[in-house]
């Protein structure tokens, strides 16, 4: 490994998701892009997910790192958790994914290359720009909501981004000690969201890769009502420059 290589640490929050884990840490030690690190962010899943990281950190085909939480109090406060140990840690770019393997870690090199070759302060991983798209087994509602909750935030944020709550990012480490990420309160979607506004507000670039985004492979969704009601609230808190707590 050159050490001269960015440090890349690859931030996925879990929640029950014992079987999938092994599975993305192999998917991203196989494509070879150097100084890759992965830290898992477990909020204490009855599983034994947390116990499943503790061994692949000791026998992981890539360094891994586990953050246990003795809460689950959601996907926003555990990506601000495991993003500010990253930058603590000395990571130049994070890179935040889900644990369901519904992001393709295939799209991570041209993520990359993009904030390598260009000003982006971050780059999403896009299911609404041209050679992106939802998972094909979804049915009509969902990828008519999904795309309702672009516009609608769009319309409210101005954010410029064809899909404004992807949840699959690379970020420099830069961007997020400009953002302030330790003082991100929202969560859900809603926590995509409030990252996006933060990055335009400060005239800062994101960027758009595709992405085939694939139905959850193992275990269940955990869309709640209030993690629905809070993305809704959110964009308008934001708009008015109130803190979405």
């Known amino acids: 490994m050159n050490s001269t290589e960015p440090k890349i640490t690859v931030v996925v929050p879990t929640y029950n998701e014992r079987d999938n884990l092994p599975k993305i840490v192999d998917l ?37 790192g586990v953050l246990h939480r003795t809460a689950k109090d959601g996907l926003g406060r555990a990506y601000v958790a495991g993003m500010s140990k990253a930058l603590d840690e000395g990571a130049d770019i994070v890179i935040q994914m889900d644990a369901d393997l519904s992001h393709p870690t295939t799209a991570i090199p041209a993520m990359l290359h993009t904030l390598a070759e260009t000003d982006a302060a971050v780059v999403l991983g896009s299911r609404y720009v041209p050679g992106g798209a939802v998972a094909s087994d979804w049915p009509w509602h969902r990828k008519a909501l999904s795309a309702w909750a672009n516009f609608y935030v769009n319309t409210i944020l101005r954010l410029g981004v064809k899909d404004a709550t992807a ?8 961007t997020l000690r400009a953002i302030d990420v330790e003082s991100v309160q929202s969560n859900g979607y809603a926590f995509q969201v409030e990252m996006n506004h933060r990055v335009v507000r400060r005239g800062l670039r994101i960027a758009e890769v ?5 139905e959850r492979e193992e275990g269940v969704s955990k869309m709640s009502l209030g993690v629905q009601i809070e993305s809704a609230l959110v964009p308008w808190k934001l708009l008015m420059g109130r803190d979405p707590r």
């Open 210 to 214: 595709p992405i085939k985004f694939e």
């Open 28 to 64: 991203l030690a196989a494509l070879s892009v150097p100084n890759v690190h992965v830290l898992v962010v477990d909020d204490n899943s009855p599983d034994g997910t947390g116990e499943v990281a503790d061994k692949l950190s000791v026998d992981g085909p890539i360094p891994v």
């Open 167 to 174: 949840g699959f990012k690379a970020w420099r480490a830069a």
